[in-house]
């Protein structure tokens, strides 16, 4: 079964740094676009950052030249590097994935449990 698995959510005080990884496991023939997403208390889910399978990038205005994204294919692992944090960062941070499952012609958007940011002021 294919999921996506967060890790790297945390405490932090704003200027303050956090690396967040997304790893795909299960049976995966391969993996397409992959990025990140946030929804703070009371928001909408808002996009930050996504990669495709070439290494292009993309980010929300709201992070950029402060978030990093990246991808080891190797791995099936997207990262989220986040430095100069600040509170307005405070969120669930979704990762997804568009992927095609073995045995399957489709692609299919998969998404990761979430974990959760929160910068102290």
């Known amino acids: 079964q294919v999921q996506l698995v967060e890790s790297g959510g945390g405490l932090v005080q704003a200027g303050g740094f956090l690396r967040l990884s997304c790893a795909a496991s299960?049976?995966?023939?391969?993996?397409?676009?992959m990025g990140w997403y946030r929804q703070g208390p009371g928001k909408q889910r808002e996009l930050v950052a996504t990669?495709?399978?070439?290494?292009?990038?993309n980010y929300a205005d709201s992070v950029k030249g402060r978030f990093t994204i990246f991808r080891d294919n190797a791995k099936k692992t997207v990262y989220l590097q986040m430095n100069s944090l600040k509170p307005e960062d405070t969120a669930l941070y979704y990762c997804?994935?568009?992927?095609?499952?073995?045995?399957?012609?489709?692609?299919?958007?998969?998404w990761g449990q979430g974990t959760q940011v929160t910068v102290s002021s």
């Open positions: 299960g049976s995966i023939f391969s993996i397409n676009d």
């Open positions: 997804n994935a568009a992927l095609r499952p073995s045995g399957s012609y489709a692609y299919i958007v998969y």
């Open positions: 990669i495709t399978s070439g290494g292009s990038t």
